[in-house]
C-alpha cells in the first residue's frame, strides 16, 4: 500500500526539481543520485565533477541550474498535497518492487486510489484500441478464469483492450491499475471517466506525469515502460502490424519479463502483430488462458484467496432486470430503443447500464448499442 506522505517537503522538492530538469530521464536522474547520494546533493554538486560521470555531458546536465526547476517542483507539491495524492521514490519500500528493477523506471511515481500490489501476482494486458467481439470476448474469459489466482490487472486505460480488461477486473473483484499517459488532474480518454471511480475504489491509477504536463501522444509510449516494467508478464490480446502494444511487449522483453500472444487467422488485421510476436520468438502463444498459471508456475495452494464457486446468479435492481430481459429476448439494442420499450428516460438509463456493463451482464456496442452477455 502506498503511503501518501513517505518523506518531508525538504526531501521531497529536490527529487520533483531533479524530475523536472529537460533532458535529463529517470536513467540519467538515478545516475546523478548515484554519483552524489540524493537529489538534493546532485543540485550541490559542482558542474566540473558532474561532467566527470560516465555518460553526463554539459547540454544533458545545462538545464539542472535553472531556479524555476525548484519553483515548478514547488508548485508541484502543492497540486500533490491539495489532492491528497500518493507517490513513492524509487528507493522507497512502497515502490513497486518490479519496477525498481527496470533502469528507466520513474525516480518518482505518483498514484490516486488503492493500490496495494505488495507480494501480489501482476499481469499486463494490452491490445488494440479496436478490439473485435472476439477479441473482447477472450480478454473477458482470460481475467474471469485467472480470477482464481487473485492477480492484479494492470493496463493504460485507453480505447479497446485497455479499458475491456480494467472492467473486467471489476467484474471480478480483482485489484486493477491504469497507467496514465498525463497527469493526474486529467482523464483521458474523458468518456472513460465514468469508470474511475470503479477502478480507484479496486485499485487505482499511476503516473510519471505531472499536472503541467502537456497532453502529448508520444507520452502514451513513455507511459508502456511502466505497463511493462508493474508486471512479471505482458499478455497482448490483438494488435495490428504497428501498435503500441508492441512496443509495450518490446519493452516488456527488454526487462526479460515474459510476454504472451494471442494468435489469429493471417487474415485478420487485428491479429498480424500477435502472429508476428509469435513467429519471431518474442512471444509465448496464448491459446487458452490455463497457460498463463502453468507457464508463471502459480500454485494454488499458495494462494491467501479462497477458491469459491462462480456465482450462477447476478444481483440486479428491478430496472436492470427489466433491461436484461429485454435485450436477452431481443438481441442487440439501440439506447433509444431500449428507453423507449423499457419507459426508461434517457438520463436514468445510462446509469444503470454502465452499473450492468459493471456487473457483467450488458456489454456495450459501437454505435450506441448493447447487447445481453
Not at 47 to 53: D, E, G, R, Y
Not at 113 to 129: A, D, F
Request: aromatic share 8%.
Amino acid at each position: 500500500m502506498f503511503t501518501l506522505r513517505p518523506m518531508t517537503k525538504d526531501l521531497l522538492i529536490p527529487i520533483l526539481a531533479l524530475q523536472h530538469v529537460p533532458k535529463i530521464g529517470a536513467t540519467t536522474a538515478k545516475k546523478l543520485i548515484a554519483y552524489c547520494g540524493s537529489a538534493e546533493a546532485v543540485f550541490k554538486e559542482k558542474k566540473s565533477n558532474l561532467l566527470k560521470i560516465d555518460g553526463i555531458g554539459s547540454i544533458t546536465i545545462e538545464g539542472l541550474f535553472d531556479k524555476n526547476n525548484f519553483e515548478e517542483a514547488e508548485k508541484e507539491l502543492q497540486f500533490i498535497n491539495d489532492n491528497n495524492l500518493g507517490y513513492s521514490y524509487f528507493t522507497d519500500t512502497n515502490y513497486p518492487e518490479r519496477l525498481k528493477h527496470c533502469i528507466d523506471g520513474p525516480i518518482l511515481l505518483f498514484q490516486k486510489g488503492n493500490i496495494n500490489i505488495k507480494n501480489k501476482r501482476i499481469i499486463s494486458i494490452v491490445g488494440t484500441r479496436k478490439i473485435t467481439t472476439s477479441g473482447v470476448a477472450f480478454c473477458e474469459r482470460l481475467i474471469e478464469e485467472l480470477s482464481t489466482y487473485n492477480p492484479v490487472i494492470v493496463s493504460g486505460f485507453a480505447y479497446g483492450t485497455d479499458i475491456t480488461a480494467h472492467k473486467a477486473a471489476v467484474k471480478n473483484n480483482l485489484q486493477t491499475i491504469g497507467c496514465l499517459a498525463h497527469g493526474l488532474n486529467q482523464v483521458y480518454p474523458k468518456v472513460h471517466k465514468k469508470y474511475m471511480g470503479a477502478i480507484e475504489k479496486h485499485g487505482g491509477f499511476f503516473t510519471d506525469f505531472w499536472s503541467s504536463d502537456s497532453f502529448d501522444r508520444k507520452n502514451f509510449l513513455k507511459r508502456n515502460r511502466i505497463i511493462a516494467g508493474l508486471s512479471e508478464a505482458t499478455i497482448v490480446i490483438e494488435s495490428a502490424e504497428k501498435g503500441g502494444s508492441l512496443v509495450t511487449a518490446d519493452i516488456a522483453n527488454s526487462y526479460n519479463r515474459d510476454v504472451f500472444a494471442v494468435p489469429g487467422r493471417t487474415t485478420d488485421s487485428q491479429s498480424i502483430g500477435c502472429n508476428n510476436l509469435i513467429k519471431a520468438n518474442q512471444a509465448h502463444l496464448l491459446s487458452n488462458p490455463i497457460d498463463i498459471p502453468y507457464l508463471l508456475n502459480w500454485q494454488l495452494e499458495d494462494l491467501k484467496k479462497p477458491i469459491t464457486q462462480k456465482k450462477l446468479f447476478i444481483d440486479l435492481e428491478s430496472d436492470e432486470k427489466l433491461i436484461y430481459n429485454y435485450l436477452r429476448d431481443n438481441d442487440k439494442q439501440l439506447l433509444d430503443n431500449i428507453a423507449t420499450n423499457c419507459n426508461l428516460p434517457s438520463y436514468k438509463l445510462a446509469g444503470l447500464l454502465l452499473n450492468m456493463e459493471l456487473k457483467g451482464v450488458v456489454r456495450p456496442l459501437p454505435g450506441k448499442w448493447f447487447e445481453a452477455i
